[in-house]
């Protein structure tokens, strides 16, 4: 079961559930922050309520109405947040440890600890208004001369921090500039159009990750410039230790997004241009489309 955000020419933004390709409206809620807040306590109460939609109602449209569209005159979909910020968790897979390493040779002891300690690194990701949605445009720095997109499983969380569902994420970042000092995460991290996701939200209150796997494929000039996968089962953190390091001396009144790494790293040679399409897709879940441009 899809929960989406979607923009209605008639009503606005609004919230709905997707089964197939029908898209139904979820009644009472037009904000995500709104129904996350009524879930607390209960999740699986609210998510079997989301389910029972599609046997009650008539759905609103057909999915394909949204294909390709991002005119305010037609329905399109938006990033599945309004009020949420988005979080990171960085160097949970192996393979991001390596990567650090490469790209950070004076900073790399710094990225071993990380991988290892009790404490796994978390860091602030873009507010719910900046994030970009499914076929909108992602943003690489202009003072910046490596960038990759980082294909990640983003975990929903409600304002008690609990389980609601899955996402897809892009945690756009710019290696050489991370590299040249870990210090310079922010910048790396934190710019416009740094963070998409999309297209919706799988629901689901498991605290377990979800087992499935991540593929990534960018596209350049109608031929495939970088493509690779990795798998959930790969993350060394639990999802719990995430969450708890996340919510430790925090709190999110509206809930949030916790992005869990990434597993899929381009090679040193590699470097996202404008123009580049960036497909990522989770098993479960969908695929997110994004567009590249400078910023």
Request: with cysteine; charged share 20%.
């Amino acid at each position: 079961m899809i929960l989406t955000r979607y923009y209605d020419p008639d009503h606005g933004a609004l919230l709905g559930v997707q089964v197939d390709d029908a898209v139904y409206r979820l009644p009472g809620f037009a904000l995500l922050s709104s129904w996350l807040r009524v879930s607390i306590g209960h999740v699986e109460l609210a998510i079997s309520a989301v389910e029972r939609i599609p046997q009650e109602m008539s759905p609103q449209f057909n999915e394909s109405l949204f294909a390709g569209s991002l005119d305010f005159e037609r329905p399109h979909r938006l990033a599945p947040v309004d009020e949420q910020d988005v979080w990171g968790a960085g160097v949970t897979y192996e393979r991001s440890l390596d990567a650090r390493k490469e790209e950070s040779p004076g900073g790399g002891d710094f990225y071993t600890q990380v991988y290892t300690a009790p404490r796994p690194e978390v860091f602030f990701k873009a507010h719910g208004r900046d994030v970009i949605g499914h076929l909108g445009e992602v943003g690489i720095r202009h003072d910046s001369k490596w960038s990759v997109p980082e294909p990640e499983l983003g975990i929903v969380l409600n304002p008690a921090l609990e389980v609601v569902g899955f996402t897809i994420g892009n945690d756009m970042s710019s290696r050489d500039i991370e590299g040249e000092n870990p210090l310079y995460l922010p910048q790396a991290k934190i710019y416009k159009a740094s963070c998409a996701l999309g297209p919706g939200i799988l629901l689901s209150a498991s605290r377990d990750w979800l087992d499935t796997t991540i593929r990534l494929r960018v596209m350049r000039d109608r031929l495939v410039a970088f493509e690779g996968e990795t798998h959930t089962n790969r993350i060394r953190r639990t999802t719990t230790e995430l969450i708890s390091c996340l919510g430790a001396c925090n709190s999110f009144p509206n809930g949030v997004v916790l992005l869990t790494g990434t597993g899929v790293i381009p090679p040193a040679d590699f470097t996202l241009q404008p123009g580049d399409i960036v497909y990522i897709t989770i098993d479960g879940i969908g695929t997110l489309t994004n567009t590249v441009k400078l910023v």
